[in-house]
Structure formats: structure tokens, C-alpha cells
């Protein structure tokens, strides 16, 4: 193989550009333009971070490449016919590159790597028909991400819970799965609230749904209350992304002078600047109306008070979608109990199981899922 031809091409790419600045990729782009033994240790210790595997390594790294390509496709707009030749030539390239063999090194007893056939246009006119479920980029990598400053960044270890592992609120989970399926079908979807007691499974829920319908390219990006004025910057990000969102901010609730109330509002109105047809915000609180309001708020010096309660109150008014997810009474929390220990594999009589889940509930805040899941954990580690 001709290396410095191969990188002449790899030069020259257009589309893949960007795979160019992969850490791996660029260290392999130094092989080829200067063939010495500092260049053939450094491609191959970034290689094995990966695996010995060229072929399947730069093949991923095709597969994952964010471009103005994909872009269009994912929008709808038309791919100019050059852009098209592009790419069927620039595959090509990164095909060749794949099959490059330590052998065609001129070095002797550098460190090896294996290669194998690949059909690199097959793979990604395939890659391309699961756009719309897998998309581009980050998001075809990952399932759950979280807001870092100004940037999208991964969950690595996102929750795994499924919602076959979720028992009880079937009603209430149901409202959620619905209206995700909604907006996964590209049908009118409400921004929702989950609110209730602590512990009912409002945040399980709403994770176990996006685990459950990642592969039909739902993703979840967490943000955090303090982080709302990054909203429609959030917003814009997603826009045109071919992946629908659910832009889930848990545990909330604003104090009365709080400047994030006005701009959540905005967003759930769907002011121009915060609007993206692919999302929904999915919120959890402990309080429906959201906002904390004091006995001192009733009793205060406005003219106008009831105005004030009224836009206090108005924020959950905002989301289409309520759900409410009350603590269990005595039957459901053993029914929750019963289920959990028939999932962790726990044998013990029925009325032992229970007692220790009553006295359990007696030593925390009450019955409620979370209590009933760490009970149950206990017992399966010995703490108890």
C-alpha cells in the first residue's frame, strides 16, 4: 500500500473531515506522513485504547462522525449531487485506510494490529437508514446526558432502570409512556410534571421510560434548576437533531423571588428563542405548585394579592401533562414489597417479609417505593 498516497487522500477529505481530529486518528495521520518508530508507538497505544481492531476502529469512527451530510438528511434538505460523490469517494478512502497493515509500515518490528474486509458504503448507507433512530455524533454513542457548563457532555453510567423493574403507579407511568410514544411519533406531546411524596418513583419513571425507548432514538439531557437560564441554548442545540428529547429537570421547586421561574415559563409557553419540536421538558417536584409560598405571601402589602398567588400558582398550569404519585397505603407498599424481593431472588415467609417492611417503613419517612426498594435491598445484603 502506497502510504503517502493514502495520506494525500486522507488530506483531502471533505465530509469525514472531522474524523481527522479524533486523538487516535490524528496519531495515525503522523504515521503515514512521517513513518518513524516515535509515531508507530504513539498510533498504537492510542489504538489499543480502543482495541487492536483498525478496521473496526476507524469503521466506528465513520459510523459515529457528526457532519453537514447527516445534517441535511436529518432535516430533509436536499444533498447536492457533489456532496453525494463526496462521500461514496471519501468511504472509499477510509476503507483503504482500514485495511492499512503494520507490514506496509517501512519499519521493521514495530507493534502490530489486525485488519479486515469491510465494505465501508454498504455499512454506512445501513448507518444511514437508522438516522432517525440512532442518530449522529454523541447522541448515537450515549442514551442520557447532562448539561457542563455551555456544553451537551454524556452520563457514562446513566441508571439503568427499566420500567418492567417498576411496580405499581401503572396508571400513572402510563400517562408518561403515552405521551412519549407521542412525541417519539411525532405527534403533539405535552411537557409534563410528575409531582407527590418522596420516594413514589417520579425520577425512576422517567428514566426507566428513555431506557426503554433509546432505541427508537429517544434520548434524556438532565439539567439542573440553577442551570435553566441555559434552556434555549440547550434548545438550539437540538434543534434539527433527528433524535426527540425529553429535557428533564428533577426535584423542583423556586423560591418567590426567584429570576428561573419567569424564564421556565417562557420556555414551557414556547417563546421563539426556547422552542425545539423535537423535546419535551419532563419536570419532578414534591410540590404542584411548584413555587414555595409562605403564610407571609397571604398577609403581605400587595394591592392585587390574589394576582400574585394566581401567577405563584400558574407555572404547573403551564405543563399539559400533571401526574400525581401519592405515597402507598399499607396494601400497595407490601404489593411493591412482595414484587421486589420476587425480583432480588429473596425466600423468606410472607408475613416475616411484611412485619420487617412495616417495621422498616416505622424507622424511615413512612411507606412509600423507595423505602420499600431499599428494605428489600437490605435484606438482600445481609444489613438487615
Request: charged fraction near 35%; include cysteine.
Given at each position: 500500500?502506497?502510504?503517502?498516497?493514502?495520506?494525500?487522500?486522507?488530506?483531502?477529505?471533505?465530509?469525514?473531515?472531522?474524523?481527522?481530529?479524533?486523538?487516535?486518528?490524528?496519531?495515525?495521520?503522523?504515521?503515514?506522513?512521517?513513518?518513524?518508530?516515535?509515531?508507530?508507538?504513539?498510533?498504537?497505544?492510542?489504538?489499543?485504547?480502543?482495541?487492536?481492531?483498525?478496521?473496526?476502529?476507524?469503521?466506528?469512527?465513520?459510523?459515529?462522525?457528526?457532519?453537514?451530510?447527516?445534517?441535511?438528511?436529518?432535516?430533509?434538505?436536499?444533498?447536492?449531487?457533489?456532496?453525494?460523490?463526496?462521500?461514496?469517494?471519501?468511504?472509499?478512502?477510509?476503507?483503504?485506510?482500514?485495511?492499512?497493515?503494520?507490514?506496509?509500515?517501512?519499519?521493521?518490528?514495530?507493534?502490530?494490529?489486525?485488519?479486515?474486509?469491510?465494505?465501508?458504503?454498504?455499512?454506512?448507507?445501513?448507518?444511514?437508514?437508522?438516522?432517525?433512530?440512532?442518530?449522529?455524533?454523541?447522541?448515537s454513542k450515549h442514551t442520557a446526558f447532562m448539561l457542563k457548563g455551555d456544553d451537551i457532555v454524556p452520563v457514562l453510567t446513566p441508571d439503568p432502570q427499566r420500567l418492567s423493574e417498576l411496580h405499581s403507579y401503572e396508571l400513572q407511568r402510563k400517562q408518561v409512556v403515552d405521551n412519549t410514544l407521542a412525541l417519539i411519533n411525532g405527534l403533539p406531546a405535552a411537557n409534563a410534571l410528575l409531582y407527590g411524596d418522596a420516594g413514589t418513583g417520579k425520577s425512576s419513571t422517567v428514566k426507566a421510560v428513555v431506557n426503554e425507548f433509546a432505541d427508537r432514538g429517544l434520548r434524556l439531557i438532565e439539567i439542573k434548576k440553577s442551570q435553566l437560564t441555559q434552556l434555549p441554548l440547550v434548545m438550539e442545540q437540538i434543534v434539527g437533531n433527528p433524535l426527540k428529547f425529553i429535557i428533564f429537570i428533577d426535584d423542583l421547586s423556586f423560591a418567590t423571588d426567584d429570576e428561573d421561574f419567569g424564564m421556565l415559563k417562557a420556555v414551557l409557553e414556547g417563546s421563539v428563542s426556547a422552542k425545539a419540536d423535537n423535546a419535551v421538558i419532563y419536570a419532578t417536584s414534591n410540590r404542584r405548585h411548584l413555587l414555595k409560598e409562605r403564610f407571609a405571601d397571604r398577609s403581605g402589602d400587595d394591592v392585587h394579592a390574589g394576582d400574585t398567588r394566581q401567577e405563584q400558582a400558574s407555572l404547573s398550569e403551564r405543563f399539559g401533562l400533571r401526574v400525581t404519585f401519592l405515597k402507598p397505603d399499607k396494601q400497595v407498599y407490601l404489593e411493591i414489597v412482595e414484587e421486589l424481593a420476587k425480583q432480588y431472588g429473596i425466600d423468606i415467609p410472607r408475613e416475616e417479609l411484611f412485619a420487617g417492611a412495616e417495621s422498616y417503613a416505622l424507622r424511615r419517612s413512612g411507606r412509600s417505593g423507595r423505602a420499600a426498594r431499599h428494605y428489600v435491598e437490605s435484606l438482600k445484603s445481609g444489613r438487615i
Open positions: 500500500m502506497d502510504i503517502k498516497k493514502l495520506y494525500d487522500e486522507m488530506c483531502s477529505l471533505a465530509v469525514f473531515r472531522g474524523i481527522r481530529e479524533l486523538k487516535t486518528m490524528d496519531s495515525l495521520m503522523r504515521l503515514l506522513k512521517e513513518p518513524t518508530y516515535e509515531n508507530a508507538g504513539e498510533f498504537a497505544a492510542n489504538l489499543y485504547r480502543h482495541s487492536a481492531d483498525l478496521t473496526g476502529y476507524v469503521s466506528k469512527a465513520v459510523s459515529e462522525n457528526e457532519n453537514e451530510y447527516l445534517r441535511r438528511l436529518a432535516v430533509r434538505r436536499e444533498v447536492p449531487a457533489p456532496m453525494e460523490r463526496s462521500v461514496e469517494r471519501e468511504l472509499l478512502i477510509l476503507e483503504r485506510l482500514s485495511l492499512l497493515r503494520p507490514e506496509d509500515i517501512p519499519l521493521e518490528g514495530i507493534a502490530g494490529w489486525d485488519t479486515d474486509k469491510a465494505d465501508f458504503r454498504s455499512m454506512y448507507r445501513e448507518r444511514v437508514e437508522k438516522l432517525f433512530t440512532k442518530g449522529f455524533g454523541i447522541y
